[in-house]
C-alpha cells in the first residue's frame, strides 16, 4: 500500500499456500488481505477521514467491505503510477527472495507467460509457487504444457 501524498509504503504479502488446496476453498486469503491492510494502517497511521483507494479485485474484497464497515471512505480504484511501480517492485522482490531467476521479471503479460514457462519447466518442484487453487490452473494452464506457443 501507498500514501501517494508522501511516498510512504507499506508492504505485506499472502502467501501462496493460501491460494492452495483446502485454505484456498476457505479463502482464507480475503482475510489474510485484511490484517496485512489492518497492520499496513497501522503502520503508516492511516486516519478514518482519508480517501483510501483500494484496487477493485477480488482478493481486496473483504478489505473494502471492512474498511467501510470501519468508517473509512473507500473508493474502488484501478492501481496505476507510483503505486502499481510499489507493488511491482515488491513483487519482483518476492521472485528473487525464492530464488526466481533475474530475466524472468518482465512486466506484464510477458512476465506471467515466462513465470508460466518457468513452472512448466519444471512442475514436480515448482508448482509449489503457483496459486493452485483458481479453477484456471487446472483447467487450462497446468494442462497446456505449450504456454504462448503456437499450436
Known amino acids: 500500500m501507498m500514501r501517494v501524498e508522501t511516498g510512504e509504503v507499506f508492504v505485506g504479502e ?7 488446496g483446502r485454505l484456498f476453498k476457505q479463502k482464507l486469503y480475503l482475510d489474510r488481505a485484511v490484517e496485512i491492510v489492518l497492520k499496513g494502517f497501522e503502520e503508516l497511521r492511516v486516519e478514518v477521514d482519508e480517501d483510501i483507494r483500494v484496487c477493485t479485485g477480488y482478493v481486496l474484497s473483504r478489505v473494502r467491505e ?3 464497515n470501519r468508517g473509512y ?13 510499489a507493488a511491482e517492485e515488491a513483487f519482483v522482490k518476492s521472485l528473487v527472495e525464492v530464488g526466481i531467476a533475474q530475466d524472468l521479471h518482465d512486466a ?3 512476465r506471467f507467460t515466462s513465470l508460466l514457462r518457468w513452472v512448466l519447466e519444471d512442475l514436480q518442484n515448482r508448482e509449489k509457487f503457483v496459486k493452485t487453487g483458481w479453477p484456471a490452473w487446472e483447467r487450462k ?6 504456454i504462448g506457443t503456437s499450436s
Open 14 to 20: 499472502i502467501p501462496v499456500l493460501i491460494f492452495q
Open 141 to 146: 494452464l497446468k494442462r497446456s504444457g505449450s
Open 73 to 85: 471512505k473507500v473508493i474502488p480504484s484501478r492501481i496505476v503510477g507510483e503505486t502499481q511501480r
Open 108 to 110: 506484464g503479460k510477458r
Open 66 to 68: 471492512t474498511l467501510h
